[in-house]
């Protein structure tokens, strides 16, 4: 019996399907089931493969001919030029200006966001070479879903640097036109700039999800792993069961499988990046609150000449 109640996708709020990859790890219990194995752990195996090809296209590009940026440089790259664009303005103000708080914010995040990229180049290149020794048995493929695990959630915390040195740029643009007066600058191209903001946004959604097809796949090995670590069928609350012909009779001959299987905590729902969620809505707040306390402060000084 195998309830698949708590395997889905969803596409809309109303509409769920399932993803190829949940098929498969529907597919991979009848395997095991069928006495199957090789074939379990040959899907164990070509997930992380896809997983390390993943890592690959983060520092490669996926059309070399068409000479596509690889995100990660990419990404590098159209931040380089925004900031560029940004600083000749920013440069020519006073360290007391409204804007050095979140510029200093903008540097000390690119800085860290650097320096986690040449980590995360390490590692992978780290993994790449043990990966050519990586052996197909239940065992070494559970050891190599754990050693993996590090990298994977890496590509999470690089995808939170990237949000975040963008946000915070947006902020800097936004304050440097609010409060500093900057579309009247010379210094200030305002074209370039708003250009030069949307290839950075373009960059970073492709950085991330790259980054985030990294972690799908890790996740996938490791959802047939921990449910099945030594590559045979075994009951699972709330997923499979075996039943015999006297516990169908004991329930009355039904064949819902949520009679046996028990109940499982829902799937976590790979579209929402709960993390990320967060992560907008604190830079949204340190911008509204920085907007709160300039009206403060304009609210004062037309009250003190109104002599209230």
């Given at each position: ?111 860290s966001l650097n320096d986690g990229v040449a980590g995360f180049q390490a590692a992978v290149e780290d993994v790449e070479d043990s990966w050519q020794r990586q ?174």
């Amino acid at each position: 019996m195998i309830d698949g109640r708590n395997i889905y996708r969803k596409l809309t709020r109303k509409i769920y399907d399932f993803s190829p990859e949940q098929l498969l790890n529907l597919l991979a219990i009848v395997w095991l089931y069928r006495g199957q194995p090789e074939r379990f752990l040959d899907l164990v195996f070509g997930y992380l493969q896809r997983m390390l090809d993943e890592l690959g296209f983060c520092f490669q590009p996926r059309n070399s001919e068409a000479q596509e940026p690889s995100p990660l440089w990419g990404n590098t790259t159209t931040l380089n030029n925004l900031f560029a664009c940004i600083d000749p303005f920013t440069d020519s103000l006073d360290d007391t200006a409204a804007h050095a708080d979140i510029r200093r914010q903008v540097f000390e995040n690119m800085v860290s966001l650097n320096d986690g990229v040449a980590g995360f180049q390490a590692a992978v290149e780290d993994v790449e070479d043990s990966w050519q020794r990586q052996k197909k048995t239940a065992v070494a493929l559970n050891q190599a879903v754990r050693r993996l695990a590090p990298l994977a959630e890496k590509s999470r915390e690089l995808a939170r640097q990237a949000d975040t040195v963008f946000k915070l740029a947006g902020r800097l643009i936004e304050v440097c036109e609010a409060e500093l007066d900057a579309r009247s600058s010379s210094l200030w191209n305002g074209r370039e700039i708003a250009r030069a903001r949307k290839a950075a946004d373009a960059a970073r959604q492709a950085l991330v999800e790259q980054l985030k097809r990294v972690r799908y796949f890790h996740k996938q090995a490791a959802w047939l792993t921990e449910r099945f670590p030594d590559g045979n069928l075994c009951d699972v609350e709330g997923l499979v069961k075996l039943v015999d012909r006297a516990e169908l009779e004991a329930n009355d001959w039904s064949l819902t499988p949520g009679r046996y299987v028990g109940v499982a905590p829902e799937e976590e729902d790979d579209g929402f990046d709960f993390e990320e969620a967060l992560r907008e809505i604190h830079v949204e707040l340190e911008g509204l609150n920085a907007e709160a306390a300039e009206l403060a402060a304009r609210i004062s000084r037309n009250f003190k000449e109104l002599g209230i």
